[in-house]
């Protein structure tokens, strides 16, 4: 067993220990997500459930964990496809279970077709089963196909589980802070996807089709070493930008026109996610540029207010008033600015929250508020930072204003004693951009 995968032993050691502190031991059952047809005999890229990577880093379909915390010890288990010399010349290699016992660092490790047969027995006498419920439907049943088989076991001495608890609640708090093997995969990905939005700008000019700057995108990630991105792409020019999550990347670009980039590729299981917006043009029109100026002040608060102990939803509220204030000096809302973040004139423009967890999926597991109080910031976690202002062209916009739509986003680790950027290297003032984008 490699360093690498101690850390995932380590994560399954924690979640025995929740297990017995929540109901004095158990059985816990995670399952990888299922292979998805996308047409015909066609599958899309597997991708591993994330709380199956997270336990696990076992990166093949068909694998189940069991984690057994008992009187007479603990057992890390998994199930996952055997050897088979015809299906790997097809389909690539396989671990099968004695490789994959051995370099994941499980305790015992069976044929996938086992698991129904064993998991009765597992499921036997423990008092609570931990699992994902309603995390996948044919999951569910399954489940439901174990108890009962348990239950049918009465008159032989074995009592079923009584509780049945959604083991991502302890997994949640887990993930929501990031350990030293996260950051550094997110550290990647951020430096992959801060490449692939300075390569846009140098290479966006006016009359390309906004999937031709895509395409620069996906040659920088894939150059990098990600397999995936993180989320569907928006390059989204002109009008499109007021468009919070345009998909359709199929614009040609005016000469005038701002690009609003909003992409990150997934380097080994880990989200990056990145804005800019920049003129395609090269140089910002003086109307863009004062908008732009707006979001950049307002980002630049957002960053300056996470550091650790303070509420989660405090640098969305920096963010309201920043991008507020800017929109009364510009003449696009009415002030003061009290007046108007009681009124909540600002939404028109700015109508989305500053930024969410991140992490091994893009809008990371996590709470954001318990019981009513936001969620304190602790070193470790990571989240985005995403202020914008959108303006739609209408009758009481001013023409120079109409259809600039900006967001700026990094990605923020909060440290011991404030927070790192992880993506302060991609270009963001004005000259920076002016910069990148010089043709």
Not at 153 to 159: H, K, L, S
Not at 305 to 327: M, N, T, W
């Given at each position: ?8 032993r ?17 059985l816990?059952?995670?399952?990888t ?7 015909r ?5 597997f ?32 199930f ?6 015809e ?9 099968g ?11 015992e ?5 086992e ?28 489940i ?8 049918a ?7 079923a ?11 949640d708090a ?12 997110m550290?990647r ?5 801060g490449?692939?939005h300075?390569?846009a ?19 920088e ?16 020019s002109g009008?499109n930008a007021?468009v919070?999550?345009y ?12 690009l609003?980039i909003?992409?990150?590729?997934e380097?080994?299981g ?16 003086p ?5 732009y100026?707006v979001?950049?002040e ?6 300056a ?23 009364i ?5 009415e ?54 202002c959108?303006i ?8 120079e ?39």
């Open positions: 067993m490699n360093h690498a995968h101690h850390v995932y380590d994560r399954r050691a924690a979640v025995l220990a929740t297990m017995r502190d929540h109901a004095g031991g158990g816990a059952i995670v399952p997500a299922p292979e998805v047809i996308r047409n005999d066609s599958h899309y890229p991708r591993s459930d994330s709380y199956f990577h997270y336990l696990s880093g076992f990166p093949e379909p068909e694998a189940v964990i069991a984690l057994v915390a008992a009187d007479d010890g603990d057992r890390h288990v998994l996952c496809r055997e050897k088979n010399e299906r790997e010349i097809w389909d690539g290699f396989r671990h279970p004695a490789a994959a016992r051995e370099i994941f660092g499980f305790d490790a069976y044929p996938i077709a698991l129904e047969a064993r998991l009765a027995d597992l499921a036997s006498d423990r008092p609570a089963l931990f699992t994902p419920v309603g995390l996948f439907e044919h999951w569910d049943r399954k439901a196909g174990v108890l009962n088989e348990v239950r076991r009465v008159r032989t001495g074995v009592a589980p009584e509780q049945i608890v959604d083991v991502r609640g302890a997994l887990m993930r929501l802070v990031k350990d030293e093997h996260e950051l550094a995969l550290r990905a951020a430096a992959i996807s490449a692939a300075a390569r700008m140098a290479r966006a000019r006016p009359g390309w089709y906004e999937y031709q700057v895509e395409g620069e995108l996906m040659h990630f894939l150059h990098g070493g990600a397999q995936a991105v993180a989320y569907g792409s928006i390059v989204a009008p007021c919070l999550h998909r359709d990347n199929d614009r040609r670009m005016a000469d005038g026109d701002l609003l909003d992409a990150g590729c380097y080994r880990y989200a990056s996610d990145i804005t800019r917006t920049f003129p395609v043009n090269g140089r910002f029109t109307a863009q540029k004062a908008v100026e979001v950049l307002a980002q630049q608060a957002c960053l207010a996470v550091r650790p102990g303070v509420a989660f939803h405090d640098y969305h509220k920096v963010a309201e008033r920043v991008i507020a204030q800017g929109l000096d510009l003449g696009l809302i002030g003061p600015l009290d007046a108007a973040l009681e009124s909540q004139s600002y939404k028109r423009f700015y109508m989305h929250r500053a930024g969410h967890w991140l992490g091994m999926d893009v809008h990371d597991a996590g709470l954001y508020q318990v019981k009513g109080e936001s969620v304190v910031l602790r070193p470790g976690m990571v989240l985005t930072v995403e202020p914008g959108y739609r062209a209408a009758d009481d916009v001013p023409e204003f109409r259809d600039i739509g900006v967001r700026i986003e990094d990605d923020v680790l909060v440290t011991a004693d404030g927070h790192e950027n992880l993506t302060a290297a991609t270009p963001k003032t004005v000259a920076e951009v002016e910069a990148a984008c010089a043709h």
